[in-house]
């Protein structure tokens, strides 16, 4: 009994030390950043705004507080002062992460129904309602020209 016992503690301390090494491994560098001045960090916030969080998905990169978003917001500040463009930078994360990370990415032909597709909705919406109307307006035309109704 005693020895069972011992081997599910030692088990057990295993899988807490396992869990440990991965915890530790999630950390990152806690610093908030520098900015050297107000056009940087303006220009860091309208960027990271325009960029996705690739784990979060629905936040963008500024509002996520997922660990690859902390690391993400350095390396984009790491590209800024390194004088990469705004284009540059995202040219960078695109050829990371692919077309994801941007939420306005470029008219191509792979995110024209991206682009297009709630205008095309629309529009057969447009042409549904059209044609119902069209063909109630027909059959209530029909109706009113029956002169034997008693109403």
Same mark, same amino acid.
């Given at each position: 009994?005693? &020895? /069972?016992?011992?081997?599910? +503690?030692?088990?057990? =301390? %295993?899988?807490?030390?396992?869990?440990? %090494?991965?915890?530790?491994?999630?950390?990152?560098?806690?610093?908030?950043?520098?900015? @050297?001045?107000?056009? $940087?960090?303006?220009?860091?916030?309208?960027?990271?705004?325009?960029?996705? /969080?690739?784990? /979060?998905?629905?936040?963008?990169?500024?509002?996520?507080?997922?660990?690859?978003?902390?690391? =993400?917001?350095? $390396?984009?500040? #790491?590209?800024?002062? $390194?004088? @990469?463009?705004? &284009?540059?930078? @995202?040219?960078?994360?695109?050829? +990371? !992460?692919? $077309?994801?990370?941007? !939420? @306005?990415?470029?008219?191509?032909? %792979?995110?024209?129904?991206?682009?297009?597709?709630?205008?095309?909705?629309?529009?057969?919406? %447009? *042409?549904? *309602?059209?044609?119902?109307? &069209?063909?109630?307006?027909?059959? &209530?035309?029909? *109706?009113?020209? #029956?002169?034997?109704?008693?109403?």
């Amino acid at each position: 009994m005693t &020895r /069972c016992f011992a081997i599910a +503690r030692t088990l057990l =301390l %295993g899988v807490l030390l396992a869990f440990t %090494g991965i915890a530790i491994a999630q950390t990152s560098d806690p610093t908030p950043l520098q900015f @050297k001045d107000s056009t $940087e960090e303006t220009r860091f916030h309208q960027l990271t705004s325009e960029l996705r /969080c690739v784990m /979060c998905q629905n936040q963008s990169l500024a509002d996520s507080n997922a660990q690859i978003a902390h690391d =993400l917001r350095r $390396e984009v500040l #790491d590209l800024m002062r $390194e004088g @990469k463009s705004d &284009r540059e930078v @995202k040219q960078f994360l695109v050829d +990371r !992460y692919g $077309e994801f990370v941007l !939420y @306005k990415p470029d008219v191509t032909p %792979g995110t024209w129904l991206l682009w297009f597709g709630p205008l095309l909705l629309v529009l057969a919406g %447009g *042409v549904v *309602v059209w044609r119902l109307l &069209r063909r109630g307006n027909a059959s &209530r035309g029909s *109706v009113g020209n #029956d002169d034997n109704q008693e109403w």
